[in-house]
């Protein structure tokens, strides 16, 4: 049997919004992953200390506050210095499309917006992880 | 004929018939409605409603530092706006300053930067505090910003006593649905009575809290759900008012509500309607209060942020008319209508004038606000009033159940409730039960955005940062750090901790200092992460 998937949904920053965080955490781990959300207010850090302590195969962050541009880069740094570079990292959230291009351009797998269906979500994981 | 589809419920699930007859209402018209501005109110808290005065055009808007906002603030009530309202970026909200290092990345992003007292003094130049009133979204750190505010007042030349404004100050809801706590539930309340008892004293026409729905709406509760959860916070705060010694009708008068205005027109029309009348009935009959003026349930209104989609954005124009339009047969007291652009960013200039005039097109030009609560009466709406009503009752017994709202809330039940609701709905919408347009239905292959948005200046984090750090130098540190150790042993104490933070603001110390000091003493609150 193989491995069940492991991914860590976590809000990194200030932001309380935490309606889509939950709703994909759900919707993940009833496609079969599994699943732990770190809740809220986390810093880049704590995030990716859980991401090494639950020995997670993806990270999926979500983002309301504006601040994508700081916290993706300063998560995937902290992956990489800590050994977990080979980590995927995706998310979602209020970010524009030229943000987002230049996001995936530093690495991130994919940004998911508003409206992004979740069955969209579930099937692109299982592909990279096919 | 066939139907088109199988099942009609509104946005909340609430079933709804073909047609209403006399068959399902059971009203009887003094008891259950009243005129408008005569209990339970139902009907409106003003005998004259907008014929008096059309509804206050209040736009939340902030962005940058204080500068950039206050330019935004003129151009809207260069552009006919009636009110203003603050939006706090994520630092300023969670209590920490500009320069902290929880504050990266997030400094003036998603609403305007405030650390000190200076910058409220450049957020409002030029504008008269005594001649305007003006709504703080603002929360854990209410008390703070409040102190900011009314010393700006004072600087101006204002008497307290004349100054009206609204903090928002709804703790409840932050551990329900908006997750921008600082300290822990009781703490918490104790800052809050203190709010409460100082302005009845102080700035008697100030709205001491702003009990929130719409957060809670916006996190993916049904119309019900945000009707009784938020009802419920509000008899919790006259509870712990009442508890705290105070005379419920020295401080009842100033709670007003802030609802959601979502996209089902009906349903959201029959939520303010059973709002009033709940309300007035426990205010009456439960709480005690002897002075009419304390039975009035008045709100403040959003369209829904929620409702917007970032496909084909400028059809949210449409949605957030439609939205406000149900505010305004819901009586509302003020609104704000959301711009086309707030799913992907903060709005433009552009974006915010078109939504400014969505609001004077429905007051000036439609009709609408011609006469009273021009629904009542309608089989449906009565019998959709009476369902939010009756759904509303149901959830008090459950709460009741817990032992009240902070019990409900340490069991999660709320964000439970919550969570399942917003999960059921994007499950309708994603296998299609739910239609919305542009997302599911009527797509546009390979769409590309035709409009433009705001960019916030990077540059804003630095400038806030060194603007703290010179401020720190400069101000007296005698005076700084005496009215630090008088803020410290008040919250040790039991004074009313208003006028020690009105000192430490005085003395330019900065809100993540005079947090900071507080949470040394009242701790911290930490969720449990459910989903």
């Known amino acids: 049997m193989p491995r069940v998937i492991r991914i860590l949904i976590a809000k990194p920053g200030l932001d309380g919004h935490d309606r889509g965080a939950k709703v994909v955490a759900r919707a993940l781990s009833e496609a079969g992953f599994e699943v732990i959300y770190s809740g809220l207010h986390q810093t880049p850090e704590q995030v990716a200390e859980t991401a090494v302590q639950e020995d997670v195969d993806a990270v999926g962050l979500s983002i309301l506050s504006g601040a994508h541009m700081t916290l993706f880069p300063e998560v995937q740094r902290l992956l990489v210095e800590s050994g977990a570079g080979d980590v995927m990292l995706f998310g979602g959230g209020i970010i524009p499309e030229e943000d987002i291009a230049a996001l995936k351009a530093q690495g991130v797998a994919e940004i998911f917006t508003p409206g992004a269906p979740l069955a969209e979500i579930v099937s692109f994981i299982r592909k990279k992880f096919a | ?531």
């Open chain 2, 1 to 531: 004929m066939a139907q088109e589809r199988k099942e009609f419920n509104s946005i909340s699930g609430v079933p709804i018939k073909p047609l209403y007859t006399p068959e399902d209402v059971d009203i009887d018209y003094d008891r259950d409605l009243g005129n408008p501005g005569q209990y339970p109110y139902t009907r409106g808290i003003h005998s004259d409603m907008y014929r008096g005065r059309v509804w206050t055009m209040r736009q939340f808007s902030g962005f940058g530092d204080a500068d950039d906002t206050n330019q935004r603030y003129k151009f809207l009530l260069g552009r006919g706006t009636t009110g203003l309202s603050v939006a706090f970026d994520m630092p300023t909200i969670m209590g920490f300053d500009s320069d902290s290092p929880r504050a990266l990345g997030e400094v003036g992003v998603c609403g305007v930067a405030i650390d000190s007292l200076q910058d409220m003094e450049r957020l409002f130049a030029d504008i008269p505090l005594k001649d305007i009133t003006t709504s703080m979204t603002i929360n854990g750190p209410a008390s703070v910003l409040l102190a900011f505010y009314l010393c700006v007042g004072s600087e101006q030349g204002a008497n307290w006593r004349e100054l009206g404004g609204t903090i928002q100050n709804d703790i409840l809801k932050e551990y329900i649905a908006q997750n921008s706590w600082i300290f822990p539930p009781r703490p918490s309340l104790r800052i809050i009575t203190d709010i409460m008892d100082f302005c009845s004293r102080e700035v008697p026409l100030w709205n001491t809290i702003s009990i929130s729905g719409y957060h809670i709406r916006e996190a993916g509760s049904t119309a019900a759900q945000e009707l009784a959860f938020t009802l419920a916070d509000g008899m919790a705060y006259v509870e712990a008012g009442i508890a705290a010694g105070l005379d419920v009708d020295s401080f009842a008068q100033r709670l007003s509500f802030f609802f959601n205005a979502h996209i089902d027109l009906f349903e959201e029309i029959a939520k303010y309607r059973a709002a009033r009348r709940i309300w007035a009935r426990f205010m009456k009959e439960k709480a005690g209060a002897r002075d009419e003026r304390s039975w009035l349930l008045r709100f403040h209104t959003q369209t829904a942020g929620c409702s917007l989609t970032a496909q084909q954005p400028e059809n949210n124009i449409v949605r957030t008319a439609c939205e406000a339009l149900s505010a305004v047969l819901g009586g509302t007291q003020s609104l704000h209508t959301n711009s086309m652009d707030e799913v992907l960013a903060l709005p433009t200039e552009k974006a915010v004038e078109i939504a400014l005039r969505t609001q004077q097109v429905i007051a000036y030009e439609t009709g609408v606000a011609n006469t009273i609560d021009p629904l009542a009466g309608s089989y449906f709406v009565e019998a959709l009033t009476d369902e939010m009503e009756a759904q509303a009752e149901d959830y008090f017994r459950r709460i009741e159940e817990f032992g009240g709202v902070l019990e409900a809330i340490d069991a999660g039940f709320f964000q439970r409730e919550i969570a399942y609701a917003a999960y059921r709905y994007q499950k309708e919408v994603e296998r299609g039960d739910r239609i919305v347009v542009g997302v599911n239905r009527f797509q546009v292959d390979g769409e590309e955005l035709a409009i433009e948005l705001l960019k916030v200046d990077p540059a804003v984090e630095k400038r806030q940062q060194e603007r703290v750090a010179e401020l720190r130098a400069s101000r007296s540190q005698a005076k700084a750090s005496c009215a630090l150790t008088a803020l410290k042993a008040g919250a040790q104490g039991d004074a009313n901790l208003m006028p020690l933070i009105i000192d430490c603001a005085r003395a330019y110390l900065t809100e993540g200092e005079i947090i900071q000091t507080l949470k040394d003493v009242f701790g911290e609150y930490r969720e449990v992460p459910i989903f």
